[in-house]
C-alpha cells in the first residue's frame, strides 16, 4: 500500500498544457482562413505558438491588454487564453486597443513564488518557474525550494488575478491530447524519449520545444517537495546522472529529504 501511495505522488501541469489548446486554435484559425480565402482574394500564413511577438499584435487588435504579470488579459476570458494570427494582405477594419489596467491590483506580484514579477509589466525571466520549468536554465537552490509540486509551468500569477474570476470555460476535446492538471511524477522519471513522445505527442507537452530532461528535473524537484522519504530511492539513481542539470536536482532533493550518499 505505501508502494502504491508513492507511485501516486503527482505533479501539477499548467492549465494550458491540459489540452492542446494550440493545436485546436490552429484548426480553428485555418478554418475562418478557408472561409475568408473562398470570398476573398488574399494571402496568408497562419501562426500559433510560433515566431512572432504575439502579446503586442493581440493589444493592438483589441483582443487584450497586459496585466502587470505580463500575460494578455481578455475581457472573456481572463489570462486563460492562448494567441494565435492569420498573417494576411487583405485589407481588413481595425479594431481598437482596450482602455482598461489593473488599476491599484498587485496580487499578482505579491504571490509569485520566486518574486520574479520585479515590478508592473517587468519579468525577471530567469527567476519564472513557468519559463524555467522548460529551459535548461542554471537554476538557484531558492528556485528549487519555490518549485512546490509542479511538474510543468506555473501559473500562481493568473490564479491569483482578480481578473480570471466567473469567467468563461472551455471544455477540453479528449482527442486533442487532454492531459488534465496533474502527472504521475515516477512514470515521468521512467521514461525514455520515445515512450514519451509516443504517450504525449497529442498533447504540447510531447512537442519537441518540450525537453525531457527539463521534465524529470521537475519531477525531482517535485518529489522532493512531496515530503515522502520512500521516494529517495527513486531520485537516488539520477544523483550521478550524466546530464549535470538532472544530477543538481537529485542531489539537491536527497538533501531535501534528510538522506544521504
Known sequence: ACDRKVERLEGSVARYTWSNYYYDLKKRLRRLANVLSRSYKMHYRIYCNGPIAEKPLAVKAGIGYYGKHSIILNKDFGSWVVIGEIITDLEIETDAPLEEDCGDCHLCIDSCPTGAIKKPYQLDWSRCIQYLSNHRARVGEDIFEAWGNRLYGCTTCQEVCPKNRYKKQSHPIPEYGYVGP??????????????????????????????????????????????????????????????????????????????SW
Request: net charge positive.
Open 182 to 259: 496533474s502527472l504521475p511524477l515516477l512514470d515521468i522519471l521512467i521514461l525514455d524519449e520515445a515512450r514519451f513522445r509516443e504517450r504525449y505527442h497529442r498533447n504540447q507537452i510531447g512537442a519537441r520545444w518540450v525537453e525531457l530532461a527539463c521534465l524529470k528535473r521537475n519531477a525531482i524537484l517535485a518529489l522532493a517537495h512531496s515530503g515522502d522519504r520512500r521516494v529517495s530511492n527513486h531520485i537516488r539513481r539520477f544523483k550521478d546522472d550524466p546530464d549535470p542539470m538532472i544530477a543538481a536536482a537529485a542531489r539537491w532533493a536527497i538533501k531535501r529529504l534528510s538522506c
